[in-house]
RNA sequence: GUGAGUGUAGCUCAAUGGUAGAGUAUCAGACUGUGGAUCUGACCGCUGCGGGUUCAAGUCCCGUCACUCACCCCA
């Protein structure tokens, strides 16, 4: 037993869940690669600055939750706690928006929250995303969205729910924020602590609360969708009409909140049924502020983040791909060189393919190649070597023959 | 950050406070040209870690760490 474990919130992926990754991971290329999107690799630690700047300083993300630590130059540097602040980083530092507009970018990578962990909830954990910069109009929205719940669809998961709203923008949203805290303030006792906090702070979060204090007198709160100025209102009529060109249904939530600051206008949010309290598997939205406030052009961004791992956690019933594989054997260790050159012109050809080196008699070969569940166990003995052929044994079947070693590619391409 | 539950062999789990066990996996043999079954044997443990109570602790108590779940937050 190893004294030395992986830290808190961490893991070590293998098979067979690694397959499942890699299959998901194989699925996020071949699917956005259909929506124009190019893949994006960005440093997974970033000043801090760029976190505290891009996601707001005021969030649970960047107060609690953030890995910051000194580099020996006394940098104050953080483990990316998510990726859009760093692909916009990323846009302004290389100029990108100056290539041609619209601006699509796809990510995959870990990101660290210091969080305690939980079903679904890992300190150092998977997302995928994408980003377009430089396009407001609500079609776009709609087309991410949708490529966010087809996506989800199309790899196996069926019970899921969009939630929609639109959080505002800076034309907007102060006013209505000035009513929400009006509201509240004439609530504040019937609000939990935490609540009250949240008044000055970040009023919207209140209807995040379930206690039921919180919860009944943030009822009667104004919402921001009856606060929308005329641009906010008609672009979320138009992302809500191009869902319905596109067949997505959703949720219309009011109370829908993101946790990072930069959201404006759209917002978005699949959830699960299945998966206990952690139940986020994506959430996204506009920020069309957010690139000129990391110093940037004045451009329009929109984007969703997915947590893998809790797409992963659907895919428990998926079934493993079976490797097939082909076992060598020797009835000999005089025939081992044979064995190993056979192996070597097989996988040549593209078969996966076992030998094992140390394997006694061919009971015990043969054993092995059922636990690795090869498709075919090849046996060289005298026999074989001397007319320069193989017995190959199909093991589902039992049925062996032996064919001639010229004959052997072949006969597997019929037979494999 | 708050709360609850659980930590025993690689894995799944036993053990009224009284000698740490089983199944499974692994290895070997029964069986030196053929797998899945069966039988026999071997290997496998600072019972998470540190204290305390006791003649005696895997078991009771305290602390700590980790995992799990919920709150919270979010993906």
């Known amino acids: 037993m190893s004294e030395i474990k992986a830290p808190k919130g961490t893991r070590d992926i293998f098979a067979p869940e690694v397959h499942k990754w890699q299959y998901l991971e ?30 707001g300083s005021e969030t649970e993300v960047v107060q609690k939750e953030m890995y910051t630590f ?44 210091y969080d305690k962990p939980q079903k679904g909830r890992y300190r150092q954990f998977q997302q995928f995303g994408i980003e377009v910069f430089a396009d ?75 206690q039921p204090g919180c919860a009944d007198a943030s009822r009667a709160f104004p919402l921001i969708g009856d606060h929308l100025c005329g641009e906010c209102r008609d672009h979320f009529a138009a992302v809500r009409e191009a869902l319905s060109w596109m067949n997505v249904p959703f949720h219309l939530e009011p109370r829908l909140v993101r946790g990072l600051d930069y959201y404006t206008k759209t917002a978005f949010e699949v959830t699960s049924g299945q998966l206990g309290a952690q139940n986020a598997l994506l959430g996204g939205g506009r920020y069309n502020s957010l690139i000129r406030e990391l110093g940037g052009p004045d451009m329009a961004g929109i984007g969703f983040a997915a947590g893998m791992e809790r797409i992963i956690l659907h895919l428990e019933r998926l079934a493993a791909p079976q490797p097939r594989i082909l076992f060598v054997a020797y009835q000999d260790p005089q025939w081992l060189a044979h064995a190993v050159q056979l192996a070597q012109a097989l996988r040549e050809e593209g078969y ?31 026999d074989e070597v001397r007319s320069g052929t193989v017995s190959v044994k199909d093991m589902a079947s039992q049925e062996q023959s032996k064919i001639p070693l010229k004959d052997l590619n072949a006969w597997l391409k019929k037979n494999y």
């Open 70 to 113: 000194r580099d020996k130059a006394d940098r104050s540097l953080t483990l990316r706690p998510e990726n859009t602040a760093s692909v916009v980083r990323a846009a302004i530092e290389n100029n990108l928006f100056e290539i041609m507009a619209p601006l699509r970018f796809y990510y995959i990578g870990p990101m660290f929250r």
């Open 136 to 210: 407001d109009s609500p079609q776009v929205d709609a087309e991410v969205i949708f490529a966010a719940v087809d996506f989800l669809k199309k790899v196996g998961i069926v019970q899921l729910q969009l939630d929609l709203n639109s959080v505002g923008c800076p034309q907007c949203r102060p006013a209505y924020l000035q009513l929400l805290r009006q509201a509240a303030h004439a609530e504040e006792k019937r609000l939990c602590p935490d609540c009250q906090r949240k008044i000055a702070g970040n009023p919207l979060r209140i209807f995040d609360c379930k």
């Open 352 to 382: 996966p393919v076992a030998v094992d080196y140390q394997g006694r008699n061919l009971k015990k070969q043969f054993k092995k190649a059922d636990r690795l569940a090869a498709a075919f166990t090849l046996v060289l003995a005298e």
């Open 26 to 55: 194989a699925a996020i290329h071949a699917y956005y690669r259909k929506f124009l999107y190019q893949e994006i690799r960005t440093p997974i630690f970033e000043h801090s600055e760029l976190f505290s700047r891009g996601i």
